[in-house]
């Protein structure tokens, strides 16, 4: 099964999502505006 990808502002924000998800989601940090 593929994986989702969210991209979210902060490396914080991304781990803590990443928690929440799980493994059927790829949590990235942008580091800054998109």
């Known amino acids: 099964m593929a994986r989702s ?3 979210v502002e902060s490396p914080a924000k991304a781990k803590t999502i990443n928690k929440y ?3 059927n ?3 990235k940090a942008s580091i ?3």
Do not use: A, D, M, N
Request: no cysteine; charged share 10%; glycine share 16%.
């Open 5 to 7: 990808l969210v991209i």
């Open 21 to 23: 998800l799980g493994r």
């Open 25 to 27: 989601y790829t949590v």
């Open 32 to 34: 800054g505006h998109v």
